[in-house]
T-cell receptor, first 111, second 116 residues
Framework: QKEVEQDPGPLSVPEGAIVSLNCTYS??????FMWYRQYSRKGPELLMY????GNKEDGRFTAQVDKSSKYISLFIRDSQPSDSATYLC???????????FGTGTSLTVIP | GAVVSQHPSWVICKSGTSVKIECRSL??????MFWYRQFPKQSLMLMAT?????????EQGVEKDKFLINHASLTLSTLTVTSAHPEDSSFYIC????????????FGPGTRLTVL
């Protein structure tokens, strides 16, 4: 079983839609949860960073962590064509520990 | 967040030659630098972790004599792919982490290596 599971998609939505991206994990020691956005042929860009359970909102983006279910989500409201990218979840147990990445979900927002 | 650059952004080389990739942290003291490789439509695979002034720690299955990593300062790390072969063709990405209590990594733009 992989440490982190993420549906690779591809996911295609119309502009303005709400997008839900998800990851599940198996290691209960994970405490730090990140979402990265990666455009084609570019390095990942940190979008959201969450410690432990709960919600975090930043503009159109909301990250949710449910440690009891070992499930994290990223919601994008009012999606824009510029949101078209691959979204990677990542997590780690402690500071300085290895990051475990999901395989990424490819998102296309159609104008 | 930190601004991270990589050079070159892409390189094509002949089989058997060595290629050096630089990772620079432009405005951030990177006490730890990570090197990843990424194949098309796949996630990031950690190759090695290096702390400034120390030898790199390689992940299982990564040949340390083939992928030489040097972390000479708080702003520079290099990855040298020695005697490159076509199967080494990949997207190589570095990331940096500082001393803060937050567990964040900031990624470079990546280097695309093609070995003919």
């Amino acid at each position: 079983q992989k440490e982190v599971e993420q549906d690779p998609g591809p996911l295609s939505v119309p502009e303005g839609a709400i997008v839900s991206l998800n990851c599940t994990y198996s290691n209960s020691a994970f405490q730090y949860f990140m979402w990265y956005r990666q455009y084609s042929r570019k390095g990942p860009e940190l979008l959201m960073y969450t410690y432990s359970s709960g919600n975090k909102e930043d503009g159109r983006f909301t990250a949710q962590v449910d440690k009891s279910s070992k499930y994290i989500s990223l919601f994008i409201r009012d999606s824009q064509p510029s949101d078209s990218a691959t979204y990677l979840c990542a997590m780690s147990a402690n500071t300085g520990n290895q990051f475990y990445f999901g395989t990424g979900t490819s998102l296309t927002v159609i104008p | 967040g930190a601004v991270v650059s990589q050079h070159p952004s892409w390189v094509i080389c002949k089989s058997g030659t060595s290629v050096k990739i630089e990772c620079r942290s432009l405005d951030f003291q990177a006490t730890t630098m990570f090197w990843y490789r990424q194949f098309p439509k796949q996630s990031l695979m950690l190759m090695a972790t290096s702390n400034e002034g120390s030898k790199a720690t390689y992940e299982q299955g990564v040949e340390k004599d083939k992928f030489l990593i040097n972390h000479a300062s708080l702003t520079l790390s290099t990855l040298t792919v020695t005697s490159a072969h076509p199967e080494d063709s990949s997207f190589y990405i570095c990331s940096v982490k500082g001393r803060s209590s937050y567990n964040e990594q900031f990624f470079g733009p990546g280097t695309r290596l093609t070995v003919l």
